[in-house]
Each structure stands twice: as structure tokens, then as C-alpha cells.
């Protein structure tokens, strides 16, 4: 079983700048759901696609958006870089369906530095 | 809003001392809930969850987690700690009609041999 896959591990954008990160989710499940998680801090929901669809959004504002393909995995997209968008981004698959649908499996996430 | 408190930021324990660390939440409706790990240098990790039935369950490498649905509960413990279990620990709450995890700020545990 391949677990939750993302790229690139690390990434060094300057502000202003867009940014586009990717995720393979977890054979079988067909839900991706992203998170920002800032330094000390708790994940942070951003938003979750079920079958190509977003299903779900957190605090976030529209420059950041996302896409999931007919395979599940899933791409977060982040325009006009902020300083304060230095984050670890996770992403987390799960079955979309079920109880098992709350039951969320996270990869190593990508490190996003902004200067 | 919903939210997830988590008491202990830091806690420092020697190896074999008991462990629980403390989580509430704010929802008036039905929860599940769950406990993650992040070891050093690696990815979260789901350590139990709590959807319905016995509220005390049980999780992988002896932890354990009893949900107080009065007190709006769901402390982590374990009866006695190994240097191992030294990691960042994340209780997680999401309301049945939605996807979305909502996170404490977590708890750094470290044990000491």
C-alpha cells in the first residue's frame, strides 16, 4: 500500500511569487484534504476535494486554491506570496466515504519558505 | 467555531513515569475525535480515534484515550512512557457533517532515559 506522496519536499519563493504544490493520496482513497501548519503551531485547514470537487474550505483567502485529477491526487495553489505563508503545507487523503471518510492519512508535507 | 485546546505545551518526563496529556473542545454536536503523533523528522501519524461506542480506546504502542463527552474531553495517556514516545502530540476534532480536522496547538513530549 503507498502511502500519502508530496513535492517537492522543500521550496524557496520570494514574495509575490505563485507556488504550486503537489499531492499523491493513498492507494484507494479518493479525498485530499490540505493544511497549513506554522511554526509551534496545530495544523490548519484549508481545503478539502472529494471526486474532483471542493468540498469544504477553511479561513483561507481565494489565493489559495486547489485542484484534484481523475487519479485523486491534488495540487494547492498559492498566488501572490506573503511573508506570513511560510508554512509546512499537508496534505492528507482519506476513503471520502463512511466513517472511514473522517480518518485522515497525512504525508510529509512540503516546507514553504517565503522571503 | 469549533476549537481544540490542548493544556500541555511542553512536558518533560523520565522514562516509565505515566503520561496524560489533556484536550478539550468546543461543538455541541457529535465529534470524532483523535490523537496524532509526529515523531522527529517524520510525518503525523494517526495514534487512535474515537468515533462512537466504548468511549475508552485504545491506540497503537500502549496509548489509550478516554472521551468525557460532559466535559467536552478526550485526554491521551499512557501508563508508562519510553524515550520513544519522545514526539509532538496533536489532538484533532471534526463534527460529523464535515472533512475538516480541526487541531490543537499540540504537546512536546520529551522523555528523558
Known amino acids: 500500500e503507498t502511502g500519502v506522496t508530496q513535492s517537492p519536499t522543500h521550496l524557496i519563493k520570494t514574495r509575490g511569487q505563485q507556488v504550486t504544490l503537489r499531492c499523491s493520496s493513498q492507494s484507494g482513497h479518493n479525498t485530499v484534504s490540505w493544511y497549513q501548519q506554522a511554526l509551534g503551531q496545530g495544523p490548519q485547514f484549508i481545503f478539502q476535494?472529494?471526486?474532483?470537487?471542493?468540498?469544504g474550505r477553511g479561513n483561507f483567502p481565494p489565493r489559495f486554491s486547489g485542484l484534484q485529477f481523475p487519479n485523486y491526487s491534488s495540487e494547492l495553489n498559492v498566488n501572490a506570496l506573503e511573508l506570513d505563508d511560510s508554512a509546512l503545507y499537508l496534505c492528507?487523503?482519506?476513503?471520502?466515504?463512511?466513517?472511514?471518510?473522517?480518518?485522515?492519512?497525512f504525508g510529509p508535507g512540503t516546507r514553504l519558505t517565503v522571503t | 467555531a469549533q476549537s481544540v485546546s490542548q493544556h500541555n505545551h511542553h512536558v518533560i518526563l523520565s522514562e516509565a513515569a505515566s503520561l496524560e496529556l489533556g484536550c478539550n473542545y468546543s461543538?455541541?454536536?457529535?465529534?470524532?475525535l483523535f490523537w496524532y503523533v509526529q515523531y522527529p523528522g517524520q510525518h503525523l501519524q494517526l495514534l487512535l480515534k474515537y468515533f462512537s461506542g466504548d468511549p475508552l480506546v485504545k491506540g497503537i504502542k500502549g496509548f489509550e484515550a478516554e472521551f468525557i463527552k460532559s466535559k467536552f474531553s478526550f485526554n491521551l495517556r499512557k501508563p508508562s512512557v519510553q524515550w520513544s514516545d519522545t514526539a509532538e502530540y496533536f489532538c484533532?476534532?471534526?463534527?460529523?457533517?464535515?472533512?475538516?480536522?480541526?487541531f490543537g496547538q499540540g504537546t512536546t513530549l520529551q522523555v528523558k532515559p
Open positions: 492528507a487523503s482519506s476513503t471520502g466515504a463512511g466513517p472511514s471518510s473522517y480518518e485522515q492519512y
Open positions: 484533532a476534532v471534526n463534527a460529523r457533517n464535515t472533512g475538516k480536522l480541526i
Open positions: 461543538y455541541g454536536g457529535t465529534v470524532n
Open positions: 476535494y472529494y471526486r474532483e470537487e471542493e468540498n
